[in-house]
């Protein structure tokens, strides 16, 4: 699957979907789904982008186990992160589950298979996104540290409206030097 999700600024969903020029969707405020990233590239409003290996209609313990024990190698060490996306009325946080409790359950059931969890130093770190009872496993490819947010080549909101108006109204800048 050569799927990927990138996290930003709910502000800038559609904004990063234009400045990216590919199709895809907002999932929830903030949580952009697109289908191909070729090429891989850093793109200015992005937080981090994830390589979406399977995606699961529901929230199904026993599935996402099965498809994370053919993910994982008995050899190597794994650690889960789950996140959950939602406002407290949507149907994930309805679940009355939190994120931990997933992460526990799954970890569990896939030491009893035999894969071994580090937490600390894990050779492959997996991520469970959940957004509307779907599941989407990932895995990290880039992250914008904090720091680098306020200081490379970002914009920020300002900079960023300043340029939607200059597109919009067509304001020549070729005298300004």
């Known amino acids: 699957m050569n799927s990927y999700l990138l996290t930003c600024n709910p502000t800038f969903s559609r904004q990063l979907l234009k400045e990216m020029g590919l199709p895809g969707m907002v ?5 952009l789904f697109v289908e191909a990233l070729d090429p891989l590239k850093e793109y200015i409003l992005a937080h981090d982008i994830y390589h979406v290996q399977k995606k699961v209609d529901s929230l199904d313990r026993e599935q996402i186990v ?3 024990a053919s993910m994982l190698s008995l050899e190597k060490t794994f650690a889960l992160c789950c996140i959950f996306y939602g406002s407290p009325t949507s149907n ?12 526990v359950q799954v970890g ?3 030491e ?21 009872s779907k599941v989407y496993v990932s895995s990290l490819v880039y992250h914008v540290p904090r720091m680098i ?11 960023l409206k300043l340029g939607e108006a200059l597109e ?10």
């Open 27 to 31: 999932v929830h405020p903030g949580v």
């Open 66 to 68: 099965d498809i994370l």
């Open 108 to 110: 569990i059931s896939l």
């Open 168 to 177: 919009f109204f067509h304001i020549p800048l070729s005298h300004i030097k």
């Open 149 to 159: 947010t306020l200081k490379k080549n970002r914009l920020n909101r300002a900079q």
């Open 92 to 103: 994930v946080q309805s679940l009355q589950i939190r994120s931990r409790d997933i992460e």
């Open 112 to 132: 009893q298979k035999g894969f071994r969890v580090n937490r600390n130093s894990p050779d492959i770190f997996l991520y469970l996104h959940v957004i509307s």
